[in-house]
């Protein structure tokens, strides 16, 4: 019954590779995000979809491609992966609609690049 | 959306009222104030949200001033479990989707 569920949980690849994280929400959420939290913990959103509708992009290189098929899911797609790269990505899903500031986040993916 | 300000780190034992507090000077009119609570290896929870006066849930007290240039995030009676790293944020979610985490607080609950 799992609210926010991403795959991978673990990712280890080689520089250069390209690699997806998959997001899924099952809460009706019409928001939902990707944010990158680095080895000092900080937690920096990178994207944000309405309704399948890109909102926030926080200046992330371009190698970066969120795609949303549909209001449930919102992947991640990292083209030439970079030793930088190396961090655990948390998808997030919000209602949308109102005041409330709830987001409901996923396990984490663990990336890390060789 | 307002920069906050809270403590790198705190320490406190088990069965103390811990107080954790969050200075946000450039808070606007809309602005809420939610804390979030994240544990090791896992992504962050919601705790609370609260505009102004206090707000209490099952889990935390929100103590927000009248300017509402802080707020402070109170957990009664901590154990082991509490210990993670708390998270101030501000922000109007009404006009934006944008959400800003700060470095948060991190929290060691001792025996």
């Known amino acids: 019954d799992t609210a926010v569920s991403q795959t991978p949980k673990y990712l280890v690849t080689q520089m250069g590779n390209d690699k997806s994280i998959k997001c899924e929400q099952n809460l009706g959420h019409d928001t939902m995000y990707w944010y990158k939290q680095d080895s000092k913990k900080f937690l920096k959103i990178m994207f944000s979809y309405n309704n399948k509708e890109l909102i926030i992009n926080e200046t992330v290189p371009n190698r970066f491609s969120p795609k949303s098929p549909d209001k449930a899911h919102l992947n991640l797609h990292i083209n030439s992966l970079e030793l930088g790269d190396s961090a655990v990505y948390f998808c997030?899903?919000?209602?949308?609609?109102?005041?409330?500031?709830?987001?409901?986040f996923g396990p984490g993916t663990r990336l890390t690049v060789l | 959306l307002a920069k906050t300000t809270q403590p790198i780190s705190m320490d406190s034992y088990e069965g103390q009222e811990v107080n954790i507090t969050c200075s946000h000077n450039n808070i606007a009119t809309n602005d809420y104030i939610t804390w979030y609570q994240q544990f090791p290896s896992q992504g962050p929870r919601f705790i609370i949200q609260?505009?102004?006066t206090k707000v209490t849930n099952e889990v935390a007290s929100l103590f927000i001033p009248a300017d509402r240039k802080s707020s402070t995030l109170s957990l009664p009676r901590v154990s082991l479990s509490d210990t993670a790293v708390y998270y101030c944020l501000v922000g109007d979610m009404r006009s934006g989707f944008k959400t800003i985490f700060g470095a948060g607080t991190r929290l060691f609950v001792k025996a």
């Open positions: 997030a899903s919000r209602l949308g609609t109102s005041q409330d500031n709830e987001q409901f």
């Open positions: 609260g505009y102004k």
